[in-house]
């Protein structure tokens, strides 16, 4: 799948995000290397902490299906004239099962940049 495919995936799960609280909707879209994607949107709640970003439902929906360590791209999408990169929590979590993960942060106008998460976070910790 081409970073383009995988950025258009993320984008389409906008329309799924639950966002009455900050009304910015985020999807993301985690590929594994035989192809398989898992998506996600963010899911706000009025217990704030209690929210689940979109990269974080990507992600938990790939290990609940028994996925573990061959995630390798990773796109993340928002509506904003800003890249929408992974909060710290996601970073740390997605450093868990994929420091090697390349990340592609996309605005709204469809334009992203690609990084490695350990760009993003240097000095991560995982299980290891």
């Given at each position: 799948?081409?970073?383009?495919?995988?950025?258009?995936?993320?984008?389409?799960?906008?329309?799924?995000?639950?966002?009455?609280?900050?009304?910015?909707?985020?999807?993301?879209?985690?590929?594994?290397?035989?192809?398989?994607?898992?998506?996600?949107?963010?899911?706000?709640?009025?217990?704030?902490?209690?929210?689940?970003?979109?990269?974080?439902?990507?992600?938990?929906?790939?290990?609940?299906?028994?996925?573990?360590?061959?995630?390798?791209?990773?796109?993340?999408?928002?509506?904003?004239?800003?890249?929408?990169?992974?909060?710290g929590a996601?970073?740390?979590?997605?450093?868990?099962?994929?420091?090697?993960?390349?990340?592609?942060?996309?605005?709204?106008?469809?334009?992203?940049?690609?990084?490695?998460?350990s760009e993003?976070?240097?000095y991560g910790?995982?299980?290891?």
């Amino acid at each position: 799948m081409t970073d383009q495919a995988l950025v258009e995936l993320a984008f389409s799960m906008l329309e799924r995000s639950y966002v009455p609280y900050s009304h910015f909707p985020v999807g993301a879209a985690l590929l594994c290397a035989d192809g398989t994607v898992f998506t996600g949107c963010n899911v706000e709640n009025a217990a704030y902490g209690s929210t689940i970003c979109a990269e974080r439902t990507a992600l938990v929906k790939a290990v609940s299906e028994g996925r573990r360590d061959d995630f390798i791209r990773l796109a993340v999408v928002g509506n904003s004239a800003d890249y929408c990169w992974p909060c710290g929590a996601c970073r740390q979590m997605l450093y868990e099962f994929a420091p090697n993960l390349r990340v592609l942060a996309a605005r709204g106008d469809g334009k992203f940049m690609a990084v490695s998460l350990s760009e993003l976070l240097p000095y991560g910790f995982g299980p290891k």
